[in-house]
């Protein structure tokens, strides 16, 4: 494919060349660890030229070299743009089974659960991080003396900013059975009605920040469950190897990393053994 302008029915188009989009996938490869094949170019496209729209920009020449030249000013927004965020409250359910039904009896039974640490790695929206929350509260009644942390991360600033605020549009959580609803969210009313706001005291449990997973971590602390679930999808195999030994680093011996359904650590990393869905312990 070549690079002639591409056609956005009436509204001004683009010229993007072969080059401009090796240059613009290799940034994205370098900076998230996302490796876009080739027919993610309409998307790549597609999610940039707002980015240029928004900036007054002529062309991607402009972009590029405003990339280069002042990367504080652009490159979060460059990435913001570029990630895929979907996400939902319990998706893939059964994880959040295997906490309640497996995992915090065993913990509980060990009598480690108190000071127990989880961590939401790609957390997007939050709806992770607070599906584990619930799971915590629901099990453990006393979970607010625990001294149970989650912490919830996304390289994404912006959906980072929407799981610390907690509201949500009401259709994001039809299908939740109503109880929960209940004991969980606040419904808006006057100028938020439609939306639903997550009670304190589940935000009360998470930490939310911005961490890019292909840089430094800056955290102490070891985890009992480490969730990866549907981030390394689009890494390459290296970077996704790189990404699970270093979570072996982090989850204490005989704590659990979960990933999503498409994902597998079958020949990418064996310091886990898998015992369940998508479920793998690391070995004492
Ligand atoms: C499809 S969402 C998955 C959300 C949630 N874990 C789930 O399964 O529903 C993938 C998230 O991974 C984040 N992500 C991608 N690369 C990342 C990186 N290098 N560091 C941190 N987060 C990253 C994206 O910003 C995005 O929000």
Not at 68 to 80: K, T
Not at 92 to 101: D, G, I, K, V, Y
Not at 196 to 217: D, G
Request: hydrophobic share 40%; charged share 25%.
């Amino acid at each position: 494919m070549t690079g002639l302008a591409v056609r956005e029915g009436n509204v001004a188009a683009y010229k993007f060349t072969d080059l401009h989009f090796d240059k613009l996938r290799m940034l994205v490869a370098e900076t998230t660890g996302i490796s876009l094949s080739d027919h993610k170019r309409d998307l790549l496209y597609g999610r940039l030229t707002r980015r240029l729209r928004a900036l007054g920009l002529q062309d991607f020449d402009q972009y590029i070299a405003l990339l280069a030249d002042r990367p504080d000013d652009e490159l979060q927004n460059f990435i913001n743009a570029v990630t895929t965020n979907l996400t939902s409250f319990f998706r893939e359910n059964h994880h959040f089974e295997f906490l309640a039904n497996e995992l915090f009896p065993q913990l509980e039974k060990q009598g480690r659960a108190r000071g127990m640490r989880i961590w939401s790695a790609g957390c997007s929206t939050g709806e992770e991080a607070y599906s584990i929350a619930m799971t915590v509260r629901e099990y453990f009644a006393d979970a607010g003396a625990m001294d149970i942390k989650i912490l919830a991360s996304d390289l994404d600033t912006s959906v980072v900013q929407t799981a610390a605020n907690g509201i949500y549009d009401q259709s994001r959580i039809e299908g939740m059975p109503p109880e929960r609803v209940k004991r969980w969210f606040q419904r808006g009313s006057g100028s938020n009605a439609g939306k639903v706001r997550v009670r304190r005291e589940l935000a009360e449990l998470i930490t939310f920040r911005q961490l890019n997973l292909m840089q430094a971590w800056p955290m102490q602390s070891m985890f009992d469950v480490v969730f990866c679930r549907n981030v390394v999808i689009y890494f390459d195999k290296p970077t996704q190897s790189r990404l699970f030994n270093n979570f072996a680093s982090v989850i204490k011996p005989g704590g659990h990393l979960i990933i999503g359904h498409s994902e597998t650590l079958h020949k990418v990393c064996d310091r886990f053994e898998l015992i369940g869905k998508t479920i793998y312990r690391k070995p004492d």
